[in-house]
């Protein structure tokens, strides 16, 4: 039977691929899920059983609880100065990536281009391309702190380019953009008429600077499409939520496609997000503050056994060079995985440019972590790579 052409040639994700190697092994130490280790706050848990109790069980408006966007719009002019309409520029999605869908689907003609740095998070380019998009990725390395510059920019953009999509702090490299070379990215965006798809997941695990919104840049709030959700900062990646902010007609048009796909987000979950935004500060802090602990750990342990790795400014992962090992990515991370039995991921499920590179995620505890590592530096000796 055909499937769509379309579908056809877009590739597995990388991530999925190779993790189904590890489904089955034991005494696997797994650095690769893109997952917080803790368990979502009690506070927030609560609130969700008792809302069930309560006989919350119904759907809710397509654009989600009122009561929430409410609450996201407050969450948003209090810690950004950003001012967002609950009623018409806000919409809550099934995760960031549902809305990161709606919005691509929402602006992409047959054709036309959207920029994307690399290393980039898998879904990206796939998207795009059943979007009826073209992906152009912009490839960055070390020597410029996996940044793209308005050089890239000015380099890879004509009259097809359409948006640019930036995830700041980056999964998989750690990289955030100060508010400085934000303005600079956003004044070529300007120039160039261009959409910002700005996914800030990782906003409140940025550690070296404060977080700025591209949205919050000058004259970029009517030409931005800002997501963010709650699976990372608040540990909720079970509860499936996100929500997109952006100019109104273009929430519409997300809204339009989103009534007919998912309907609405599940109102548990928009419960949950309630209690999050409403009370969930002090524990994002604490997760954040342990986070920022084993950052500090892994980076110079990485950097002790011999894998150069860049300080991550934002989010849960490292992503250290492995090419002294003389391995590609793929082969190091198989090797290490049946050798050793620690779980990475490949530099190159993330593009290209991440050849030479791997994903280690320090959502794991800090025993798990030295462990691992201690297990990655025998790796190196045997192979005799240092």
Same mark, same amino acid.
């Given at each position: 039977?055909?499937?769509?052409?379309?579908?056809?040639?877009?590739?597995?994700?990388?991530?999925?691929?190779?993790?189904?190697?590890?489904?089955?092994?034991?005494?696997?130490?797994?650095?690769?899920?893109?997952?917080?280790?803790?368990?979502?706050?009690?506070?927030?848990?609560?609130?969700?059983?008792?809302?069930?109790?309560?006989?919350?069980?119904?759907?809710?408006?397509?654009?989600?609880?009122?009561?929430?966007?409410?609450?996201?719009?407050r969450y948003l002019k209090?810690? *950004?100065?950003?001012?967002?309409?609950?009623?018409?520029?806000?919409?809550?999605?099934?995760?960031?990536?549902?809305?990161?869908?709606?919005?691509?689907?929402?602006?992409?003609?047959?054709?036309?281009?959207?920029?994307?740095?690399?290393?980039? *998070?898998?879904?990206?380019?796939?998207?795009?391309?059943?979007?009826?998009?073209?992906?152009?990725?912009?490839?960055?390395?070390?020597?410029?702190?996996?940044?793209?510059?308005?050089?890239?920019?000015?380099?890879?953009?004509?009259?097809?380019?359409?948006?640019?999509?930036?995830?700041?702090?980056?999964?998989?490299?750690?990289?955030?953009?100060?508010?400085?070379?934000?303005?600079?990215?956003?004044?070529?965006?300007?120039?160039?008429?261009?959409?910002?798809?700005?996914?800030?997941?990782?906003?409140?695990?940025?550690?070296?600077?404060?977080?700025?919104?591209?949205?919050?840049?000058?004259?970029?709030?009517?030409?931005?499409? *800002?997501?963010?959700?709650?699976?990372?900062? *608040?540990?909720?990646?079970?509860?499936?939520?996100?929500?997109?902010?952006?100019?109104?007609?273009?929430?519409?048009?997300?809204?339009?496609?989103?009534?007919?796909?998912?309907?609405?987000?599940?109102?548990?979950?928009?419960?949950?997000?309630?209690?999050?935004?409403?009370?969930?500060?002090?524990?994002?802090?604490?997760?954040?503050?342990?986070?920022?602990?084993?950052?500090?750990?892994?980076?110079?342990?990485?950097?002790?056994?011999?894998?150069?790795?860049?300080?991550?400014?934002?989010?849960?992962?490292?992503?250290?060079?492995?090419?002294?090992?003389?391995?590609?990515?793929?082969?190091?991370?198989?090797?290490?995985?049946?050798?050793?039995?620690?779980?990475?991921?490949p530099g190159t499920a993330?593009?290209?440019?991440?050849?030479?590179?791997?994903?280690?995620?320090?959502?794991?505890?800090?025993?798990?972590?030295?462990?691992?590592?201690?297990?990655?530096?025998?790796?190196?000796?045997?192979?005799?790579?240092?």
């Open positions: 039977m055909k499937i769509s052409k379309l579908v056809e040639k877009i590739p597995p994700s990388g991530i999925r691929v190779f993790f189904d190697l590890v489904l089955g092994m034991k005494d696997v130490i797994s650095l690769g899920v893109g997952e917080p280790d803790f368990i979502t706050p009690w506070n927030i848990r609560e609130r969700a059983i008792y809302s069930l109790e309560e006989g919350y069980t119904s759907y809710t408006s397509n654009k989600g609880l009122i009561e929430l966007r409410h609450e996201i719009s209090h810690k *950004y100065g950003l001012e967002y309409d609950p009623e018409e520029e806000i919409l809550v999605t099934v995760g960031v990536s549902e809305a990161l869908d709606l919005a691509l689907r929402a602006i992409v003609n047959k054709g036309d281009k959207i920029l994307i740095p690399e290393p980039s *998070y898998v879904s990206y380019g796939p998207i795009t391309t059943l979007c009826g998009g073209s992906p152009i990725f912009i490839k960055t390395s070390p020597e410029n702190g996996f940044k793209i510059t308005p050089k890239d920019i000015n380099k890879f953009c004509d009259i097809k380019t359409k948006a640019i999509i930036l995830n700041y702090p980056n999964n998989p490299t750690g990289t955030s953009y100060s508010k400085a070379e934000l303005k600079t990215i956003s004044k070529i965006a300007l120039r160039h008429g261009i959409i910002m798809v700005s996914d800030e997941i990782y906003c409140d695990l940025t550690y070296t600077f404060d977080h700025t919104p591209f949205s919050a840049l000058p004259h970029m709030k009517e030409r931005t499409i *800002y997501l963010n959700g709650f699976s990372k900062a *608040y540990a909720m990646t079970g509860w499936r939520i996100g929500y997109a902010c952006g100019p109104r007609n273009i929430i519409s048009s997300m809204t339009k496609i989103h009534q007919y796909t998912m309907m609405c987000v599940p109102i548990t979950s928009q419960m949950a997000a309630l209690e999050a935004l409403k009370n969930g500060e002090k524990a994002v802090q604490e997760m954040k503050r342990e986070y920022k602990r084993r950052r500090e750990f892994v980076v110079s342990r990485l950097n002790e056994i011999g894998l150069s790795c860049h300080k991550p400014e934002g989010t849960f992962y490292a992503f250290p060079s492995i090419k002294s090992s003389g391995l590609s990515s793929m082969e190091f991370a198989r090797e290490l995985l049946k050798k050793e039995k620690v779980a990475v991921v993330f593009g290209p440019s991440g050849e030479g590179h791997i994903r280690i995620s320090y959502a794991s505890s800090l025993d798990r972590l030295k462990e691992a590592l201690a297990r990655i530096e025998i790796f190196l000796s045997k192979n005799k790579v240092r």
